[in-house]
């Protein structure tokens, strides 16, 4: 039977399906061939017709004649490949479906971990899960380190950020850690906090920590009524609930705004019976109290 006749036979057989474009998926041309019942004919018979035809991207010689998808994991990105198998994506990509001619990257926030032939991102790709390691393009093998004075909120951020009010890092691919009691970090560092942001509070200021009991805030000025005479002061009263964060201004004696490094005393014909205040009463001549006598 001449090469011609037997195209005949297998047109007629498989309902005249088209190989020219490239050797058909094996699954495909089984499936036919058994549609069409009794098929004196082997994949062999199959090769001859096609002989000179390649298999396309994604596919991969199957037998003598065949081409046949490459599985979830591996693809094919040429054009009549003779090899019987299929790449494995390689560390860092990664294929969903049968048929790829090409793997899929690993995206920002995840880094290829180091397996190969791998059908799913969960499998192929990590998270980057220390807090000072990142991500920010697709395909990455490994994680970056994110400078000193920034750190990353979560492993699903791509992305590194400055530290936060009381917070420095003074290392590449270290964490935010807390500035000491009585030392904050400017919010507005754009370049974020290094250990030498972290300032010392002056006279008439102190850091309290965050309500949760983690970061010192930035130094606050003393409010009125109270004074903070020391260098340095870190209180945790107002987080506590233990008490006022500063001293409180003894009686006679007042603080009128923020920030007051003493309490200023009250001036004549003026008094002050209680502790902690942002001002002065006036003495009258039935006051009983010994500043108005």
């Known amino acids: ?132 390691q990142y991500t920010d393009v697709a395909g990455l093998t490994a994680c970056k380190l994110c400078p000193a004075g920034k750190g990353k909120i979560a492993h699903s951020t791509g992305v590194c950020t400055n530290c936060e009010n009381g917070l420095y890092s003074d290392i590449n691919g270290g964490d935010c850690k807390y500035c000491p009691g009585g030392y904050a970090t400017d919010h507005h560092l754009e370049h974020g906090g290094t250990k030498a942001d972290c300032k010392i509070c002056q006279p008439g200021f102190h850091s309290i920590r965050n309500t949760n009991g983690g970061a010192y805030q930035p130094c606050a000025g003393c409010e009125p009524g109270m004074y903070e005479d020391e260098i340095g002061v870190g209180n945790d009263a107002a987080w506590l609930g233990g008490g006022a964060a500063c001293k409180l201004c003894p009686e006679d004696k007042w603080a009128g705004h923020t920030g007051h490094g003493s309490c200023k005393d009250c001036p004549a014909g003026k008094y002050q019976n209680h502790v902690g205040k942002s001002k002065c009463k006036t003495c009258y001549s039935t006051t009983n109290y010994h500043a108005c006598n």
């Not at 069409?36 to 082997?42: I, M, P, R, V, Y």
């Not at 003598?64 to 790449?87: E, F, I, L, P, R």
């Not at 790829?100 to 990590?126: F, H, M, W």
């Open 1 to 132: 039977m001449t090469a011609a006749s037997v195209w005949l036979l297998l047109s007629s057989v498989i309902g005249g399906v088209d190989v020219g474009a490239h050797w058909k998926d094996s699954d495909e041309i089984l499936s036919a061939a058994g549609a069409a019942g009794s098929l004196n004919k082997t994949a062999a018979t199959v090769g001859k017709i096609a002989v000179g035809k390649k298999c396309n991207q994604g596919y991969h010689k199957f037998g003598c004649c065949m081409c046949t998808k490459c599985n979830a994991g591996k693809y094919m990105d040429q054009n009549g490949h003779k090899s019987g198998t299929c790449k494995k994506c390689p560390n860092g990509r990664y294929a969903e479906t049968k048929g790829t001619s090409a793997c899929k990257t690993c995206p920002p926030a995840r880094y290829g971990s180091g397996a190969v032939g791998e059908n799913e991102i969960l499998q192929a790709c990590d998270w980057c899960h220390a807090k000072g």
